[in-house]
């Protein structure tokens, strides 16, 4: 995933750094970051209102995931947080 061009910085470049974090310790965000990387290529491309919805809902989610403090954890991220 290229983080530096990643669209969900368009608006919040600030979270660059927590975007990096996140996507190498939770593989199950990278995953999301990634689908809504997709997703926005999409609806450059023409998408329809369903997409939108969808697109618009997972980056509200990822923001918000960003914005949360780090909490200290030894969890080594292998299950993207779905072993917890």
């Known amino acids: ?10 608006n919040n470049p ?8 996140r996507s190498l310790a939770d ?13 926005d290529q999409q609806i450059m491309s023409g998408g329809d209102a369903g997409l939108q919805q969808e697109y ?8 918000a995931e960003l914005n949360q403090p780090a909490a200290a954890s030894s ?5 993207g947080g779905s072993g917890h």
Do not use: D, I, T
């Open 1 to 10: 995933m290229n983080v530096e061009n990643h669209p969900l910085l368009r």
């Open 14 to 21: 600030e979270l660059a750094e927590a975007l990096v974090s």
């Open 27 to 39: 593989s199950a965000f990278a995953r999301r970051a990634q689908k809504y990387a997709e997703l």
């Open 56 to 63: 618009a809902r997972l980056g509200e989610q990822l923001v």
């Open 75 to 79: 969890c080594c991220g292998g299950c």
